[in-house]
């Protein structure tokens, strides 16, 4: 007696081999996108580490002079303002304003992240589009 094969036997074969590679397609992607996250959480986390390790050291520079200033070795006209600058990363400065106020002590007034390199175009600019054809 001969046994009848059917053809559904070959197409569970393709069915299989097409799922194993789509589910090896997605762990791949998975993979390479995980890579990527871990990637811009350190650029992250190395930038926030310089940040405030900036900040606090512009913070004892303040302390230190305002210290000064009560202690009398330092005097600045009241109004009188400077900048304090440390370095944050690679072409960057925190950058603080204080001024000197009525009571005899230096207040910040502004604080922000200033990039310090000279900016260079990637090449010639292009037409812009006007709306026209």
Do not use: K
Not at 56 to 73: F, I, N, P, T
Not at 75 to 102: F, I, N, T, W, Y
């Amino acid at each position: 007696m001969q046994q009848q094969t059917s053809g559904s036997t070959g197409l569970a074969s393709v069915l299989m081999i097409v799922m194993i590679l789509a589910l090896t397609c997605f762990g791949v992607l998975a993979l390479s996108s995980a890579r990527a996250d871990a990637a811009v959480s350190a650029r992250a986390e190395t930038f926030s580490a310089g940040y405030y390790a900036a900040e606090g050291r512009l913070q004892r520079r303040l302390a230190h002079l305002d210290a000064e200033l009560q202690e009398g070795r330092l005097s600045l006209p009241e109004g009188s303002s400077l900048e304090l600058a440390e370095p944050v990363g690679h072409a960057q400065e925190l950058r603080m304003a204080v001024q000197a106020g009525p009571d005899g002590h230096c207040r910040a007034v502004s604080c922000g992240l200033v990039y310090t390199d000279r900016w260079q175009p990637n090449g010639q600019p292009g037409e812009l589009w006007n709306g026209g054809e």
